[in-house]
């Protein structure tokens, strides 16, 4: 599905792909520069991450490792439950070792602030956080992100990893539902 034929589901394209595309060859250069000389493992939150991991993945020129960990934290609707369970743990032991948490989006930052304290006990050398979009609450929680891609409205969006009820993931850009979608 390209942004001319977007589908009926569809109200807007917030992004398009070629802008977030720019953006993650310019964050993967910051990344290079950071982490030069040290081994970086980044490590992406299923499922919506996916995308963001596979196109920044290839977007570095260091040898980088990636693992996976997959949470819970909304149900099949478009509001946080606030309550984080873990579904897949990593694979990898982060105990001195630098990691990347690479995230689509962040909102309340009630999955986030949990992943760095979950992450932060197991003793790694250094943890920060990538995220591709954050949306305005964000920016109420004390959580120190590194790497942003993009600072969105408070909409809810899908596309680029991004689902609503498991659907619109694999669009190549981010943007936002018509009301009929929801029931409207
Ligand atoms: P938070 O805990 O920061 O409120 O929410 C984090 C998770 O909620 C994200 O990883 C994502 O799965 C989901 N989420 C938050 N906002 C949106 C949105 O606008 N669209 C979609 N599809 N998921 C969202």
């Not at 409205?153 to 899908?158: A, G, Y």
Request: charge should be negative; include cysteine; charged fraction near 25%.
């Amino acid at each position: 599905m390209n942004e001319t034929d977007m589908g009926a589901d569809l109200e807007k394209v917030l992004i398009a792909k070629a802008d977030i595309d720019a953006k993650l060859q310019e964050l993967a250069a910051e990344i290079d520069r950071d982490y030069a000389g040290r081994d970086l493992l980044i490590v992406g939150v299923l499922k919506g991450a996916v995308m963001v991991m596979a196109d920044l993945a290839r977007a570095l020129s260091s040898n980088v490792t990636m693992d996976w960990m997959a949470v819970s934290s909304y149900g099949a609707g478009t509001k946080s439950s606030g309550v984080v369970r873990i579904l897949k743990d990593l694979d990898t032991d982060i105990a001195g070792r630098h990691v990347l948490i690479v995230e689509d989006i962040i909102d309340s930052g009630l999955t986030l602030s949990w992943l760095i304290s979950n992450l932060g006990s197991r003793g790694p050398a250094s943890l920060e956080v990538c995220t591709l979009l954050r949306k305005p609450e964000a920016a109420k929680v004390r959580i120190d992100v590194k790497y942003t891609g993009f600072d969105i409205p408070n909409e809810f969006v899908v596309g680029y990893g991004l689902d609503y009820s498991e659907k619109y993931r694999n669009l190549p850009f981010v943007g936002t539902l018509a009301p009929h979608v929801y029931g409207g």
